[in-house]
């Protein structure tokens, strides 16, 4: 164990024993519950489904296994949050341990996340795209809550799609989403 961290250390640089130490058990590895076909099939059938996964209205008990199914076994969520210090880091999670932490409240509060504009960049069985989110709870449907960024890497296996790492940030007062990401 000690080799390993070494030489991931040498490869990644002084940020891996921050990725390390926040490594994700709950279901690592694990393969994901069969995805409906229509999810996978398309860059955008992924990208809808991942957002209607998430989304629904209080007392509504979210689509865990369908959110999971998109993900490909090894892969992760990793929202970027800025700590007490100003400094920002991914905590890193799997799928499943995103559905335990967030599922009661998502279904507590009504949240619905909906994309607002993307980017996409394919080459071959790799694609990445921007997608602009907007975010709602249902106690107050009128007002975003939050507004950011969702950063989806996909692969292509040849016969569907599957998400290797979701990463997002929120926008603020003065870190608003830029321009390019808003077409």
């Known amino acids: 164990m000690r080799r390993l961290s070494a030489i991931l250390v040498f490869a990644v640089g002084a940020t891996a024993p921050m990725w390390l130490a926040n490594a994700p058990t709950t279901d690592a590895g694990a393969p994901p519950p069969a995805a409906d076909p229509k999810d996978v099939r398309s860059i955008d059938a992924i990208i809808k489904a991942t957002y209607a996964s998430m989304s629904g209205v209080a007392g509504e008990k979210r689509d865990w ?96 799609w599957w998400i290797l790492h979701l990463t997002w940030t929120p926008a603020d007062k003065n870190n608003p989403v830029p321009d390019k990401y808003r077409k």
């Not at 296994?65 to 076994?73: A, E, K, N, Q, V």
């Not at 949050?81 to 100003?86: L, S």
Request: proline share 6%; glycine share 6%; no cysteine.
């Open 65 to 160: 296994d369908r959110f999971r199914s998109l993900f490909h076994p090894e892969g992760r969520l990793a929202p970027v949050v800025q700590r007490r210090d100003g400094k920002a880091r991914p905590a890193i999670t799997t799928p499943g341990a995103f559905a335990k932490r967030n599922g009661p409240m998502f279904t507590k509060v009504g949240f619905s996340e909906k994309e607002v504009a993307r980017r996409t960049e394919r080459f071959r069985h790799l694609a990445h795209v921007w997608s602009t989110y907007e975010a709602r709870r249902a106690d107050q449907p009128d007002v975003v809550w939050a507004t950011g960024l969702n950063s989806f890497q996909l692969v292509f296996d040849s016969q569907r």
